[in-house]
């Protein structure tokens, strides 16, 4: 299924040693060859701003809060590390939480299975989930690569919400929502993931990432991930991090 862009909000976004930069505390590693001392200060950091991405059809309130939405799922591991930041001044925000939802290697999301064609055991919470920022502004999900669905390429749904009441539950209320937007993924990346099972016996047709109706081509300014591969093959996974600057006033 398809989704149409929706309302703006104005939101920073940076990657790489940018974030390090912003995020202060954030323990960003510099890039591979890049001397720790050639890295970008906090006032020179450049912000570039961004549009928010649509919700999208597959959002299911009163998620659980936690740092592993895997659930056993099959797939290759994916280390989210998504750092909130207040757009004016660039200071982390802690203890905001980040929520995150997507599709499974054969593009289905929990308690929609069967739209992408496949049927499997659906309980309604899979790859879906979130975490607290802590000091740092810093939230770790533990999750995996996404698959992909008929009319989209392949992309991790995200809120920010400040504010909230944790339940006995596991999940939470209240709170107020800052940031509603996708994240993406470096299409090399994705390609050489599309080979190795389970995501080669997806045989919908893949929407690339200069295909797709909602991603403009803005690099990390609209939600691309920057990736770092976890070992040697697709197959052992990729850590993902972007910083995410929201207005919280």
């Not at 001392?37 to 991405?53: G, I, Q, R, S, Y």
């Not at 975490?131 to 992309?155: D, E, F, K, M, Q």
């Not at 080669?200 to 939600?223: C, E, F, M, P, W």
């Amino acid at each position: 299924m398809s989704e149409a862009p929706v309302g703006r909000r104005t939101v920073l976004i940076a990657t790489g040693a940018t974030a390090a930069a912003l995020a202060v505390g954030a323990a960003v590693p510099a890039a591979p060859g890049t001397d720790a001392a050639d890295a970008t200060p906090a006032a020179a950091a450049v912000c570039t701003l961004t549009k928010e991405m649509t919700e999208g059809p597959y959002y299911l309130d009163g998620q659980l809060v936690r740092a592993d939405v895997t659930e056993g799922k099959a797939g290759a591991p994916l280390k989210l590390a998504l750092t909130v930041v207040d757009d004016d001044t660039c200071a982390p925000i802690a203890g905001a939480l980040v929520e995150i939802w997507h599709c499974d290697a054969l593009g289905e999301y929990s308690g929609f299975v069967g739209n992408n064609g496949h049927s499997e055991p659906d309980d309604g919470t899979f790859l879906r989930g979130g975490v607290l920022t802590n000091a740092s502004g810093v939230a770790s999900i533990t999750s995996l690569y996404p698959g992909w669905y008929r009319g989209r390429c392949v992309h991790i749904h995200v809120k920010v919400h400040t504010g909230v009441t944790l339940t006995s539950d596991g999940s939470f209320t209240g709170g107020r929502e800052l940031h509603t937007g996708q994240l993406f993924f470096n299409e090399t990346i994705t390609t050489a993931i599309a080979k190795v099972s389970p995501y080669s016996t997806n045989k919908v047709t893949r929407t690339t990432l200069a295909q797709d109706s909602i991603y403009d081509d803005g690099g990390a300014s609209s939600g691309l991930l920057t990736l770092t591969a976890l070992g040697s093959t697709a197959s052992a996974g990729y850590t993902g991090t972007l910083t995410l600057g929201v207005e919280s006033s």
